[in-house]
């Protein structure tokens, strides 16, 4: 297990960012050294250089691997399904997680593609969240613990975490994640999730608006106890505990990336760590990748989660990597530089 302070409470975490390891610039500029020897233009490669120097920093190595990735899919199941928000029952949750110990999502069949370990985790299904519209939808001590599952489950000997969801309703959550952390209307952030018509998507914003004004005085880690999820907290708990072992992160889609955004408000630095592995096809990503300050690294329509397009970027990540480490520098190849 990754060794990280006890998850006590909210604000005591928030003691903890300073501490967190930080990029080694010196391992990343002797990746980029090696970048500018090997036998391509400058630059040719593009987001796969980047890739590569974003991995030496982290790893704090100039010649990082992927000898191990791990997939972690957290599932849960929220009270504001109270409203109607989803278009699937909230059984499906429970049902999909039974999939997944099976072998038969979308996301079995990518992470084996991509070479990574699965591991889902269920937290409390039988017991969803609170409606946010009319109290805190966790207690911060439920918070916390699915935090701390969210951190356990971290693989130590993990080069790479790659990190999903699974949960009925949770694209109206991710909403008003995204709405408490970075402002402008409850429509900016709401999509047709597993697909709402436009009815639903008019409800689906005005169940945000109530969340936000229950709990107007939320900032930071406290936005995540009230209008978040337990798979939210967890992914947060993953975040924060691959950041203390020097892991790199590939977040998935809208969803992921919103449960991350409560850390980002709390202290932007904190997802320095992470990538956004594609642009999701709900509409409010583009904007929320804009608040977070990432580029995500694919666009291939999809809106699933699970953790699918962070298992596609992993094989992007994968090339980047053996590119750096197999290329031949010019030196080596005998070819004249520019
Ligand atoms: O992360 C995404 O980009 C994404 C976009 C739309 C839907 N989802 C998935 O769909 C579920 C939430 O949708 P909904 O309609 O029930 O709110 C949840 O299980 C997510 O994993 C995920
Ligand atoms: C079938 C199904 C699979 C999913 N995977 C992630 N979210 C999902 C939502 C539904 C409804």
New binding site residues.
């Given amino acids: 297990m990754i060794n990280l302070p006890a998850f006590d409470s909210l604000s005591a975490i928030t003691g903890w960012f300073d501490a967190m390891p930080a990029f080694d610039k010196a391992a990343a500029d002797a990746a980029r050294d090696r970048q500018a020897q090997l036998t391509k233009p400058p630059g040719s490669l593009g987001r796969l250089e980047e890739l590569a120097v974003f991995m030496a920093g982290w790893h704090g190595d100039p010649r990082p691997r992927v000898m191990s990735a791990q997939s972690l899919v957290f599932?849960g199941n929220h009270g504001i399904?109270c409203h109607g928000?989803?278009?699937?029952p909230q059984e499906?949750?429970t049902q999909?997680v039974t999939n997944f110990e099976r072998g038969g999502a979308a996301i079995n069949q990518l992470a084996r593609a991509a070479g990574a370990t699965l591991s889902v985790v269920a937290l409390d299904l039988e017991r969803p969240t609170a409606d946010f519209t009319t109290g805190p939808a966790m207690s911060e001590e439920e918070c916390l613990d699915s935090m701390r599952h969210g951190a356990e489950a971290v693989d130590p000997a993990a080069d790479v975490i790659l990190l999903?969801?699974?949960?009925?309703?949770?694209?109206?959550?991710?909403a008003a994640l995204a709405h408490a952390c970075f402002g402008g209307e409850p429509g900016d952030w709401v999509?047709?999730?597993?697909?709402?018509d436009d009815e639903r998507v008019a409800l689906?914003s005005s169940v945000v608006a109530k969340g936000r004004q229950a709990h107007a005085d939320a900032t930071g880690l406290g936005i995540l106890a009230a209008l978040g999820g337990r798979e939210q907290a967890a992914i947060c708990g993953a975040v924060l505990a691959a950041r203390a072992a020097r892991i790199p992160v590939l977040l998935?889609?809208?969803?992921?990336?919103?449960s991350a955004a409560p850390l980002y408000a709390a202290a932007p630095a904190l997802l320095d760590h992470c990538i956004v592995s594609?642009a999701?096809?709900?509409p409010g990503?583009a904007r929320l990748c804009a608040a977070l300050g990432k580029s995500p690294l694919l666009d291939l329509g999809?809106?699933?989660?699970?953790g699918t397009?962070a298992a596609l970027a992993l094989s992007i990540l994968r090339g980047a990597l053996e590119c750096h480490n197999g290329m031949a520098t010019f030196a080596e190849a005998g070819i004249g530089g520019a």
């Fill in positions: 599932a399904c928000v989803n278009p699937f499906v949750t999909m999903g969801e699974m949960g009925i309703g949770n694209s109206t959550v991710a999509g047709r999730g597993t697909g709402a689906k998935d889609g809208f969803i992921c990336s919103a594609h999701s096809a709900e990503h999809m809106a699933l989660g699970e397009g």
